[in-house]
């Protein structure tokens, strides 16, 4: 079993407290594609997709603040931290400044916005919509131009809170 935690989504119940967690379906892909950040300049959440920052300025990862973040600068989706008594307290979140731990390739649960279908295109939210106002987070649509596609994403599930993500990014 990895630092980061794996889910067995067989168990009823354990999906919304695995946001954030690997699939282990491919042993190994369990430890060469998760990256960790030196910097985030605000708090993250496990289960967003984060974006290379375009100034390092504040570290080098961020939020989704355009469709050119998500097309130009990907970087994958943030999963829960390593450190064990926060997972232990449920605390799925990175502080300012805090190293983040991300997946870039490889299957990861996230939480969606709107339903989802299986093999369905990723869309990542960069401005406040109709459908929701988290940036960074996943759904299966353009939501009023306010998500913008990620290439060589794809949902793995039928779902309508919870889902799993594939990724191939660079």
Same mark, same amino acid.
């Given at each position: 079993?990895?630092?980061?935690?794996?889910? @067995?989504?067989?168990?009823?119940?354990?999906? #919304?407290?695995a946001?954030?967690?690997?699939?282990?379906?491919? #042993?190994?892909?369990r430890?060469?594609?998760?990256?960790?950040?030196?910097?985030?300049?605000?708090?993250?959440?496990?289960?967003?997709?984060?974006?290379?920052?375009?100034?390092?300025?504040?570290?080098? *990862?961020?939020?989704?603040?355009?469709?050119?973040? &998500?097309? @130009?600068? #990907?970087?994958?989706?943030? &999963?829960?931290?390593?450190?064990?008594?926060?997972?232990? *307290?449920? &605390?799925?979140?990175?502080?300012?400044?805090?190293?983040? @731990?991300?997946?870039?390739?490889?299957?990861?649960?996230?939480?969606?916005?709107?339903?989802?279908?299986?093999? /369905?295109?990723?869309?990542?939210?960069?401005?406040? /919509? #109709?459908?929701?106002?988290?940036?960074?987070?996943?759904?299966?649509?353009?939501?009023?131009?306010?998500?913008?596609?990620?290439?060589?994403?794809?949902?793995?599930?039928?779902?309508?809170?919870?889902?799993?993500v594939?990724?191939?990014?660079?």
């Amino acid at each position: 079993m990895s630092a980061f935690g794996w889910l @067995n989504p067989g168990i009823v119940g354990e999906v #919304p407290r695995a946001l954030g967690l690997l699939e282990p379906a491919d #042993p190994a892909l369990r430890q060469s594609y998760v990256r960790s950040s030196a910097l985030c300049s605000a708090p993250i959440k496990a289960g967003l997709f984060v974006v290379r920052r375009s100034t390092d300025a504040d570290g080098d *990862l961020s939020l989704p603040g355009s469709a050119a973040d &998500i097309t @130009n600068r #990907p970087r994958g989706i943030v &999963i829960v931290p390593s450190d064990f008594e926060q997972r232990r *307290l449920g &605390i799925w979140q990175y502080d300012a400044f805090d190293p983040v @731990n991300y997946l870039s390739n490889g299957k990861v649960w996230v939480s969606v916005e709107s339903p989802v279908a299986e093999f /369905g295109a990723v869309f990542a939210r960069f401005a406040a /919509g #109709p459908g929701g106002s988290d940036l960074g987070a996943l759904r299966g649509d353009a939501d009023s131009n306010t998500c913008a596609l990620v290439a060589k994403a794809q949902f793995r599930t039928h779902a309508q809170r919870y889902a799993l993500v594939a990724l191939n990014l660079p």
